[in-house]
């Protein structure tokens, strides 16, 4: 645990970054080597049919997710003024609220399936192997939600280096079980895009049981036998307050990733399949400002807790630089070796060939996308660090649905773009998005949403 009220900002910023970066990466890389593991023993048409489930996975624990945001500004607010008592409040109404909110998701999502799948419009050809892989995760999504609310809780504490332990021992149990299920061994037989899906969800099972195991002996905090179970209807206001918008401004990005991909699968199975793998990548190049942002809402969220408004200022401006600094590496490596990085995820063959040489011309356009993220990220972390999400929902509505999707359609579509005109519109929005973050931060509403903490 962390106390980030005094210090050097700097050395704050940057030292508690990294570790949530090397998380973060720690997701994406399994999340990678798990389509690579697909790519390499099913062929494209099962990575078409893993990156058709990705927007609705990432669609369902939209709700969960916001909440668990909610919880990270009000630890770290009340961390910042030393409330244990408020935290211990804070802990137990908001994890059995979300729990609850998890498994109500689970069972919407495993009804209608069939329904989210045809949506998105998946190819016929690969929706099967969809389904099977969207069943499973869609079943077993309570084991990853105790896995990013413990998480949260420790990044809102200030304990990155604890959440890198956890990711570890996710991603290597990921590594570890997801071939075995896919080609099967001894009495288990061959999965296939099923057998990668019960992989990632019992590798999620098992961090779960050791990962709180090992937290009971070095954090207070964690031990729910400690918590304070008195019904407190002003935390779970301030939860949902905080919340909602945060889970609607996520769900605003997931549905409008679920019309791009809807879109782009009208283009066939080799654009899905070279979408799937950019976006495989995206999310590993977007880590670090994802990893900036984090370290911003809690950083300025506990000196708002503080009353130390200067120092949230002097967080946004370091923020920055650090993010621009980051995305000039990225948007390099990005454009230098599209072609190469592709080619990790696919054997050699005339068919690959095509999906390889649409993943280069995507990076043609998104490769620029990345210093747009380093100062979008950073400005949100810490109007999230306020509790300012109301805001934050309006602005990605703006971004994606007033300009990203119009472009989309009109450049794909009508201006005869195909889907180069989808990357293009994808990288426009993100430039009209860093003008309009920036003008709200520069406005001065969000100084004015400080929790009370009752």
Known sequence: MQDFTEGNITKQVINFTLPIMLGNVLMSIYGI????????????EAVAAVAVSLPIIMLMPAFLIGLGMA????????????????LKKILSNSFFASTLFCLLISIIALLFRRQLLEWVQAPLEIQEMALSYLTIITATLVFQFFINWMNGMLRGLGDAKTVVKILILLAVFN??????????????????????AWGTALAAVATCVIGYIYLLRFNPYINMRNWDYSLNWHIIREVFVIGVPASLQMIVVSLAGVIIIALVNRYGT???????????IDMLATIPFISIGMAATTIAGQNLGAQKLERVFQTLRISVYFGLAVALVCTAVLLLFSHHIGAIFLEKSAENTRVLHIVRDYYHWIAFIFPCFAV????????????????????SFVAMFVIRIPLAYGLAGPLGFKQDGIWMAMLMSSALAVGLNWLYYAKGPWKKKRLSGK
């Open 376 to 395: 979008i990220f950073a400005v949100q972390g810490v109007l999230r660090s306020a509790g300012d999400t109301m805001a934050l929902l309006a602005l």
């Open 33 to 44: 080597i798990n389509l690579i593991w697909v790519g390499r023993l099913l062929g494209h």
């Open 71 to 86: 919880t990270n500004v009000l630890i770290a607010q009340a961390f910042g003024r030393k409330d244990t008592a408020m």
């Open 270 to 280: 080799a654009v899905t399949a070279a979408f799937g793998i950019g976006m495989q």
């Open 175 to 196: 590594i570890v079980l997801v071939p075995l299920f896919i080609c099967g061994i001894g009495p288990l037989p061959p999965l296939g895009v099923a057998g990668a």
